[in-house]
């Protein structure tokens, strides 16, 4: 009996040991943002991260981020995963004077989600804002702001990774001033892109955000404003939703029998 103890001790350990050492950690997620001016990287951005929550700011060749902010849910629950470029984005166009036309693209990445393995997922994007006409050197220069906007799942959970497979469609928005003032940039089509994409576990998200400034001499400084997000979400299984669905008749088909019991 007591080597039969000592036995099962002994097999108790090994088990344990194998839980704690044969599992492999799960890995930290990286959270990062890359800024490019006209197709160029540029390595004068700030970032800052704390938690969920990143701020980046700096000066790029043409242009200068005083607002920048993303934040997201990871981990988040295996029903939904938000990624967000967050709620005014606020970016100058610092080549007024000169005019001419620039382009400056913000992309958010962040790794570590993880879903049901090869459960698909369905991905949605959405994106607003507006862009402010300030006063120049020349009363008749005319302002103008093209913005794309897409949302990546990346199953490899690659950072920055953004496979075709798994992208929301492009949505884009585009608004012109001749006057001091503010416009709208209502991002097409619609306010959400829904598609469906491969799960993985775990998997990356990124957000790519691009706008075009167009200015003539001495249009001053413009400023854009914009608010985007990628959200990844396990739709409801299809039995549930008939499960839902056919309460009522089965409700309907009881109360039918009771009656005609009764009677």
């Not at 599992?23 to 990286?30: H, L």
């Not at 959970?157 to 949505?171: C, I």
């Not at 001091?180 to 990356?204: E, H, K, Q, Y």
């Amino acid at each position: 009996m007591t080597s039969f103890r000592k036995q099962s001790w002994l097999v108790a350990l090994v088990l344990v040991g194998a839980v704690l050492f044969g599992t492999s950690p799960q890995a930290q997620a990286a959270y990062d943002v890359q800024v490019y001016d006209d197709g160029v990287l540029q390595g004068g951005i700030a970032v800052l991260t704390v938690g969920n929550s990143l701020i980046f700011t700096g000066t790029t060749t043409h242009f200068s981020i005083t607002n920048g902010s993303g934040t997201s849910n990871n981990p988040g629950t295996q029903g939904g995963s938000n990624l967000a470029l967050s709620s005014n984005e606020q970016i100058n166009a610092t080549f007024g004077s000169s005019g001419g036309s620039h382009t400056i693209q913000i992309v958010l990445s962040q790794t570590g989600w993880t879903a049901p393995t090869g459960s698909p997922l369905v991905l949605s994007s959405s994106a607003g804002g507006s862009f402010d006409y300030l006063a120049g050197t020349n009363p008749a220069a005319t302002q103008s702001v093209t913005a794309t906007y897409q949302g990546f799942l990346d199953n490899t959970n690659t950072l920055f990774g953004q496979p075709v497979a798994g992208s929301t469609s492009v949505q884009t928005a585009s608004a012109s001033r001749n006057s001091v003032g503010t416009s709208s940039l209502v991002f097409s089509p619609g306010t959400s892109v829904n598609n469906n994409v491969p799960g993985g576990t775990p998997f990356s998200m990124t957000d790519v955000l691009t706008l075009t400034f167009t200015l003539d001499a001495g249009s001053g400084k413009t400023v854009a404003n914009i608010s985007a997000s990628t959200v990844a979400s396990v739709p409801a299984p299809a039995g549930l939703l008939l499960t839902l669905t056919s309460l009522p008749v089965l409700s309907l088909g009881a109360w039918i029998r009771r009656r005609r019991q009764s009677v």
